[in-house]
């Protein structure tokens, strides 16, 4: 969708961070409101926690992002809204193009939207600095990205420690919580194994074990089965899933698979930039 350049917003132009592929580049590191309580009901697994009255640990308000296309704006995400409860995991589906990773990014604060507001566990993310953002994201924000994207030469709880290591936290206390995490992924006796000695599945397995270093308030998760088979995608959904809900953090899953539906409390979809309740239907929850 292109609309006239005028429209846009002059705040995104300052951003030179301003790519959906810049959500990649962390990973070193780490229309009105559509969920209202109809839209939820329709939408909600019958083993979802109960709505909260807190506020959600993730909130976009109204959220509109264009980028810029030719002489207009290509409006990647059209006034999207979405609460995300702590402890839930909402799963975000659509076709290659229509604004999925835009709304990651948005979520992540590597983006700055046009308009609209993102609130991360409880914290307005409008107006705060670049170096502000980056202290959100390092601290509140855990992001686990379809290729595991792990450093070559360190082992499995080392990946983990480099994360808190730049927090400048106690060594010993680093090395416990590497551990603990590890040990929560399944991983418990592969801590001192190099990517390379690991599989597929348990790569990511440390990726997701990374992103919680710093107990994250909002887990943002792009494809996590991608490269995986549908048996070791299955156990690292459900691995996800339980963390989501052991952890009390608000998970907003990207996926292609309908598999994953089942495991989801709310079940959103993209379209063109519009997000809105899906019309899918869940797939019929694995048995075990
Ligand atoms: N940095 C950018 N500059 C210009 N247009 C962009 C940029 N990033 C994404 N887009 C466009 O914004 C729209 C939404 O892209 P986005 O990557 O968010 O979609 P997606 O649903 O994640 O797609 P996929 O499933 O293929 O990853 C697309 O039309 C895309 O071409």
């Known amino acids: 969708m292109t609309t006239p350049a005028n429209s846009a917003s002059s705040e995104n132009?300052?951003?030179s961070e301003n790519s959906v592929n810049s959500v990649n580049s962390v990973?070193?590191?780490?229309?009105?409101?559509?969920?209202?309580?109809?839209?939820?009901?329709?939408?909600?697994?019958?083993?979802?926690?109960?709505?909260?009255?807190?506020?959600?640990?993730?909130l976009?308000?109204?959220?509109?992002?264009t980028y810029p296309d030719g002489d207009g704006r290509l409006t990647a995400l059209d006034r999207i809204s979405l609460d995300v409860p702590a402890g839930t995991v909402t799963a975000v589906v659509g076709p290659s193009g229509s604004g999925k990773s835009s709304l990651l990014a948005v979520a992540a604060t590597l983006v700055t939207p046009d308009s609209g507001r993102v609130v991360v566990a409880g914290t307005p993310t409008q107006g705060l600095s670049r170096a502000e953002k980056a202290a959100l994201r390092r601290e509140r924000i855990g992001i686990v990205f379809q290729q595991p994207n792990l450093l070559p030469s360190l082992t499995s709880a080392e990946q983990l420690q480099v994360m808190a290591h730049l927090d400048g936290r106690k060594p010993r206390q680093v090395r416990?919580?590497?551990?603990?995490?590890?040990?929560?992924?399944?991983l418990a006796d592969k801590a001192d194994r190099r990517p390379h000695q690991l599989s597929g599945g348990q790569r990511?397995?440390?990726?997701?074990?990374?992103?919680?270093?710093?107990?994250?308030?909002?887990?943002?998760?792009?494809?996590?089965?991608?490269?995986?088979?549908?048996?070791?995608?299955?156990?690292?959904?459900?691995?996800?899933?339980?963390?989501?809900?052991?952890?009390?953090?608000?998970?907003?899953?990207?996926?292609?698979?309908?598999?994953?539906l089942a495991a989801?409390?709310?079940?959103?979809?993209?379209?063109?930039?519009?997000?809105?309740?899906?019309?899918v239907t869940r797939a019929p929850a694995r048995t075990p």
């Open 204 to 260: 990511q397995r440390v990726n997701i074990a990374r992103a919680l270093m710093n107990e994250p308030a909002v887990l943002l998760v792009d494809e996590p089965t991608s490269a995986l088979d549908h048996e070791r995608g299955a156990a690292v959904l459900d691995l996800l899933v339980g963390l989501t809900r052991e952890r009390a953090t608000a998970t907003v899953l990207v996926t292609h698979d309908r598999a994953h």
């Open 264 to 279: 989801a409390d709310q079940i959103m979809e993209m379209a063109d930039g519009r997000l809105g309740p899906a019309a």
């Open 60 to 65: 976009l308000d109204d959220i509109t992002l």
């Open 13 to 15: 132009s300052e951003n």
């Open 176 to 186: 416990a919580r590497a551990r603990e995490l590890l040990a929560a992924v399944g």
């Open 27 to 58: 990973n070193s590191v780490n229309s009105s409101h559509s969920t209202n309580s109809a839209d939820a009901a329709a939408t909600s697994a019958p083993s979802a926690p109960a709505a909260t009255t807190t506020p959600p640990s993730l």
